[in-house]
């Protein structure tokens, strides 16, 4: 878990390296192991499609087709399988209920539910018209007519800073996150506000109703109970949480929340009940706006931050690699990027519970989302040109002193 304190204080084109992609190792695999140092380690990517319109989010069809489902931002998902590449024509179209005319709203988050192999239902998170509300709702494949909606969250005011990261965690559990409202500073104060879903992580039951709710809030939520507080709330603080990841090994959360100004940061958490990333008396590791502190608050420091405007300009959160192809140099590693500076960023978590952190190339050019396939292997999706990657590892020579 990422260190607690006392408050008392992310456009170049993937580089295709002269390196041999190793082998996938046969030997087993546990929580313990890891690749080659970073310095030795480098990324490679592969254009395997193109022809998507400003995709936003990819995951695999948990059914053993092979398929990779991918969101894109007009309300549209489109299949991808590396057999027989990208499908041109939409499995979902629900463009005409999406708010897509300002950059960050449109469809934002996609998941497929636990049973899809049998009703072909997926959850997603858009902003809807008219009004740009966040939403959260069911819907099988090609049926968009049997759509439910199970929960909305108003965001009128600004149009920028929705999240929209969809996934279940291993307590069968669906998580949520939702930026702080928008414009810039926090202006309404949301991320630490216990009593909107503006900035939270949110945890729900979506295999039960509850009384009139489509959705049940679980038991163990923190903040059942807490005057005031949403039930719905898993962990607090964030600015624009816009991909999250869990660790397929051992279950833990990786976080990636776009800076103000001055940080971009990553997030590590074996689990992230209750907890509080700072947002906004907090900007990764410094504070951001001293009025918003209180002196006895508990905040969890970033585990990885870079500095915005020099580094890049907009983190975007990957996933840790799991995969058999490039265990022998990758396994273990949390891979992410940034949207303008396209640098490939590594983190590990080491076994005394520090961190190490390198750069291990560059990805394409605007990379809005990672995907993982159901082999533990990744994909990079681009914004604006519409390309999909596959991601490989590399070992190169060390630095020489």
Known sequence: MSGVRRLGLVFAAAALLPATVSAATAEPLDGSRHGVPLDQLTVVTTQVATGLVRPVAMVAANDRSGRMLIAEKRGTVR???????????????????????????????????PDFK????????YTRQPDGALTLSR?????????????TQDHARFSNHNGGQLAFGRDGYLYWSLGDGGSGGDPDANGLNLGTLLGKVLRLDVRRSCGELPYCVPRSNPFVGTPGARPEIWAYGLRNP??????????????????????????????????????????????FNAARCEPDADFTDPVFHYRTGVEGCAVIGGHVYRGYRHARVAFGTYVATDYCSATAFAVRENRDGTYTSATIGQFPAQVSTFGMDRFGELYVATDRSGQLHRVDFARVAPPTE
């Not at 449109?106 to 497929?112: D, E, N």
């Not at 660790?247 to 940061?265: I, M, P, R, Y």
């Not at 074996?270 to 990764?284: D, H, K, P, V, Y």
């Open 79 to 113: 299949v991808f399988h590396p057999r027989d590449g990208l499908a041109a024509d939409p499995v979902l179209d629900i463009s005409a209920r999406v708010n897509s005319v300002a950059n960050e709203r449109g469809l934002l988050g996609i998941v497929p539910a």
């Open 118 to 125: 049998r009703t072909s239902q997926v959850y997603v998170a």
């Open 139 to 151: 819907v099988p494949l090609g049926d968009p007519a049997k759509e439910q909606v199970l929960l």
């Open 242 to 287: 816009w991909r999250f990841s869990f660790d397929t090994l051992n279950g833990s959360l990786w976080l990636a929340d776009v800076g103000q100004g001055s940080f971009e940061e990553v997030n590590h958490a074996r689990t992230a009940r209750g907890l509080n990333f700072g947002w906004s008396c907090m900007e990764g590791p410094a504070v």
